[in-house]
């Protein structure tokens, strides 16, 4: 059994920075991509940043410049540094990760979410 905890949500106003991160555990074999995706209340969970194994990343346009997705591949972990905050930003963030659990086949995997809320 594998799985992931994310950590630092918050309040913060706009304008101001928060540190999200995920920490994979468990019979882990693999993990491949990683990712941080978000929804807002009423709206479609939507893909905010993706990083692979080797560090390649992607991130979408409306955080472009201001987030930052990083991993650390000892650890099992993966976080999402945001500044420049904007009340738009204001979601439930869910960490990521296309896993191989030992003993069974690649399947991703999601985290609880954890609240981030930016104030104007």
């Known amino acids: 059994q594998v799985q992931l905890v994310e950590s630092g949500g918050g309040l913060v106003q706009a304008g101001g920075a928060l540190r999200l991160s995920c920490d994979a555990s468990?019979?882990?074999?693999?993990?491949?991509?990683m990712g941080w995706h978000r929804q807002a209340p009423g709206k479609q969970r939507e893909l905010v940043a993706t990083?692979?194994?080797?560090?390649?990343?992607n991130y979408a346009d409306s955080v472009k410049g201001r987030f930052t997705i990083s991993r650390d591949n000892a650890k099992n972990t993966v976080s999402l540094e945001m500044n420049n905050l904007k009340p738009e930003d204001t979601a439930v963030y869910y960490c990521?990760?296309?896993?191989?659990?030992?003993?069974?086949?690649?399947?991703?995997?999601w985290g609880q979410g954890t609240q981030v809320t930016v104030s104007s």
């Open positions: 990083i692979t194994s080797s560090g390649s990343t």
């Open positions: 468990g019979r882990i074999f693999k993990i491949n991509a």
């Open positions: 990521n990760a296309v896993m191989v659990a030992t003993g069974s086949m690649s399947r991703n995997y």
